[in-house]
């Protein structure tokens, strides 16, 4: 069946994607009042970062993260996500705040990063040698460059009516598990129109690219650097890459859940000659978990990645293999800093229309050539997506990227008829983006930065402290805040607990967690 045939098929059972789940992962860097990364250590007030469910920490103890737990609908996540970081802003210190961009403030060197700790258990000792790693592979720099996931699922229920019409003789689980490899792969060649639409980080720092390598960059003013055309430089050449795992070989291959799986794993069970020379220890220190190309599956940045539940005790790549696919994280999303929230509902609506889209196209398996596709079209819309005529290939041939981009909308529209009204008024609002390149985030803040004579750092300061004082004058959610002060308490009496628990000194923790891979 052709996607139009899917959608008319599926409407009787339109009722059953109000099962699907959703979620939001928020990151953002802790920022000084003069302007800089904080020094401070994660608040105390926030709890313990190694098991808080909610409010935790990425690359560096500066680098926030806000979690919701999987949610019903877009007004859940979004009202759990705002009481959250209005909670943050309460126990932030007063002369900290929370930077509302995905790329970072300004940077003094790598020396004033300081990488994310988790205490003296086993398990929060890897996580900081895992970070140190990435430090020490990658530099630091390039790991305070934040983002959102939006993480996605589709109800048991859907799928089995979805399998009864498509594939009956198929069980759910294998069934499951194609579909949102299927999916996968449509995020990655549609991947463009994510950057395309909501990227809004076309400017940085220069203290960010201080000693770098080349770069096509232009100076905006004496403080910043940008592309005029570009949507989001974090996902291009100076944003996340995993350059190095390229060139040995090491690619993320989505044409089944059993080639994802060993691609990485064959990744993370092949020594770097690049990574030897760094060395496991110095002076007794760990440098890095191992010398392997991949450290840990995480290592690998991709925009997509299919997910396994969050509860399960086993290691990643283990539980999708022994319990297949529960939900997909979309990774590739910019913090929109002219947004409180850095996202709204409209934007989550057509995020939903776009999952729905990218499940039920076809979606066939990638060739090496398609890859390579895949990857000039990404790079040329981080860098140039707003650029008049910009073409991108499609199906081998070169297209308007406008002429493209409607092209696909179309099928998100009729995808976005099966979840409502509003998904298809939200779907219609974005899509006017395609229209006029003058409306995607990139282009505004541009606009707005010339228009106020700001450079990237005081633009995004300012927006910074609106949204302070939006969140500091919204009445509490007392409920919200209780339980936050409660997951707090918690957290930190998991963590003494886990430690306690250590049975093995970390030499012999690392070597049994490895022994099997």
Same mark, same amino acid.
């Not at 996607?3 to 409407?11: E, Q, R, S, T, Y």
């Not at 850095?342 to 999952?355: K, N, P, S």
């Not at 707090?488 to 000194?505: F, G, P, T, W, Y």
């Given at each position: 069946?052709?996607?139009?045939?899917?959608?008319?098929?599926?409407?009787?059972?339109?009722?059953?994607?109000?099962?699907?789940?959703?979620?939001?992962?928020?990151?953002?860097?802790?920022?000084?009042?003069?302007?800089?990364?904080?020094?401070?250590?994660?608040?105390?007030?926030?709890? *313990?970062?190694?098991?808080?469910?909610?409010?935790?920490?990425?690359?560096?103890?500066?680098?926030?993260? =806000?979690?919701?737990?999987?949610?019903?609908?877009?007004?859940?996540?979004?009202?759990?996500?705002?009481? +959250?970081?209005?909670?943050?802003?309460?126990?932030?210190?007063?002369? %900290?705040?929370?930077?509302?961009? &995905?790329?970072? *403030?300004?940077?003094?060197?790598?020396?004033?990063?300081?990488?994310?700790?988790?205490?003296?258990?086993?398990?929060?000792?890897?996580?900081?040698?895992?970070?140190?790693?990435?430090?020490?592979?990658?530099?630091?720099?390039?790991?305070?460059?934040?983002?959102?996931?939006?993480?996605?699922?589709?109800?048991?229920?859907?799928?089995?009516?979805?399998?009864?019409?498509?594939?009956?003789?198929?069980?759910?689980?294998?069934?499951?598990?194609?579909?949102?490899?299927?999916?996968?792969?449509?995020?990655?060649?549609?991947?463009?129109?994510?950057?395309?639409?909501?990227?809004?980080?076309?400017?940085?720092?220069?203290?960010?690219?201080?000693?770098?390598?080349? @770069?096509? =960059?232009?100076?905006?003013?004496?403080?910043?650097?940008?592309?005029?055309?570009?949507?989001?430089?974090?996902?291009?050449?100076?944003?996340?890459?995993?350059?190095?795992?390229?060139?040995?070989?090491?690619?993320?291959?989505?044409?089944?859940?059993?080639?994802?799986? @060993? &691609?990485?794993?064959?990744?993370?069970? +092949?020594?770097?000659?690049?990574?030897?020379?760094?060395?496991?220890?110095?002076?007794?220190?760990?440098? %890095?978990?191992?010398?392997?190309?991949?450290?840990?599956?995480?290592?690998?940045?991709?925009?997509?990645?299919?997910?396994?539940?969050?509860?399960?005790?086993?290691?990643?790549?283990?539980?999708?293999?022994?319990?297949?696919?529960?939900?997909?994280?979309?990774?590739?999303?910019?913090?929109?800093?002219? =947004?409180?929230?850095?996202?709204?509902?409209?934007?989550?609506?057509?995020?939903?229309?776009?999952?729905?889209?990218?499940?039920?196209? @076809?979606?066939?398996?990638?060739?090496?050539?398609? %890859?390579?596709?895949?990857?000039?079209?990404?790079?040329?819309?981080?860098?140039?997506?707003?650029?008049?005529?910009?073409?991108?290939?499609?199906?081998?041939?070169?297209?308007?990227?406008?002429?493209?981009?409607?092209?696909?909308?179309?099928?998100?529209?009729?995808?976005?008829? =099966?979840?409502?009204?509003?998904?298809?008024?939200?779907?219609?609002?974005?899509?006017?983006?395609?229209?006029? &390149?003058?409306?995607?985030? &990139?282009?505004?803040?541009?606009?707005?930065?010339?228009?106020?004579?700001?450079?990237?750092?005081?633009?995004?300061?300012?927006?910074?402290?609106?949204?302070?004082?939006?969140?500091?004058?919204?009445?509490?959610?007392?409920? @919200?805040?209780?339980?936050?002060?409660?997951?707090?308490?918690?957290?930190?009496?998991?963590?003494?607990?886990?430690?306690?628990?250590?049975?093995?000194?970390?030499?012999?923790?690392?070597?049994?967690?490895?022994?099997?891979?």
């Amino acid at each position: 069946m052709n996607i139009v045939d899917k959608i008319h098929a599926l409407k009787p059972y339109a009722s059953l994607l109000s099962g699907n789940l959703m979620g939001i992962e928020k990151e953002g860097l802790r920022v000084s009042r003069e302007g800089g990364i904080s020094q401070e250590s994660h608040p105390k007030s926030l709890g *313990c970062a190694l098991t808080h469910p909610n409010i935790t920490t990425d690359f560096s103890e500066s680098l926030i993260e =806000l979690v919701t737990p999987p949610l019903c609908n877009a007004d859940e996540m979004l009202s759990f996500l705002s009481k +959250t970081q209005q909670y943050l802003y309460h126990y932030l210190p007063k002369d %900290q705040s929370f930077w509302p961009a &995905s790329m970072p *403030c300004v940077i003094r060197g790598e020396t004033y990063i300081p990488i994310a700790q988790y205490g003296s258990s086993n398990q929060g000792r890897m996580k900081t040698v895992y970070r140190h790693g990435l430090a020490n592979r990658y530099g630091s720099v390039m790991q305070t460059i934040a983002g959102i996931h939006f993480n996605y699922s589709f109800s048991s229920d859907f799928f089995e009516a979805y399998r009864t019409l498509n594939a009956p003789n198929v069980t759910l689980r294998e069934f499951t598990d194609q579909s949102y490899m299927g999916l996968t792969r449509n995020v990655m060649r549609y991947g463009w129109l994510i950057t395309y639409l909501f990227g809004a980080s076309a400017a940085v720092c220069k203290s960010f690219l201080k000693g770098y390598r080349e @770069h096509s =960059l232009v100076e905006f003013n004496d403080s910043t650097l940008y592309e005029p055309y570009a949507t989001s430089l974090r996902m291009g050449d100076i944003g996340y890459q995993n350059l190095a795992e390229d060139e040995a070989g090491v690619k993320a291959n989505y044409n089944s859940l059993g080639h994802y799986i @060993h &691609s990485l794993k064959s990744g993370m069970q +092949t020594s770097c000659r690049e990574y030897e020379k760094i060395g496991l220890k110095q002076q007794s220190q760990y440098q %890095q978990l191992n010398t392997n190309i991949l450290q840990i599956e995480n290592e690998y940045y991709a925009s997509v990645r299919p997910k396994p539940s969050v509860v399960s005790d086993k290691k990643p790549l283990d539980a999708l293999q022994e319990d297949g696919i529960r939900y997909i994280e979309l990774r590739s999303l910019d913090i929109n800093p002219s =947004l409180p929230l850095g996202i709204d509902q409209t934007q989550v609506y057509f995020l939903e229309a776009f999952m729905l889209f990218c499940l039920l196209e @076809h979606s066939p398996v990638i060739s090496s050539r398609e %890859q390579f596709e895949i990857d000039n079209n990404d790079q040329l819309v981080a860098h140039e997506g707003r650029k008049p005529d910009l073409k991108l290939i499609y199906q081998s041939k070169p297209v308007l990227l406008q002429s493209l981009g409607h092209l696909v909308m179309d099928k998100i529209y009729l995808c976005a008829e =099966l979840l409502g009204s509003d998904y298809q008024q939200a779907v219609k609002q974005i899509g006017r983006r395609f229209d006029s &390149s003058d409306l995607t985030p &990139s282009a505004i803040a541009l606009s707005e930065m010339k228009d106020r004579n700001q450079g990237f750092f005081d633009y995004i300061n300012s927006l910074g402290k609106q949204h302070r004082e939006y969140f500091l004058a919204n009445e509490i959610d007392q409920a @919200h805040f209780n339980y936050l002060d409660q997951q707090a308490k918690l957290s930190c009496v998991e963590q003494a607990e886990i430690e306690r628990a250590d049975h093995l000194n970390f030499d012999e923790f690392l070597m049994d967690y490895f022994a099997d891979e």
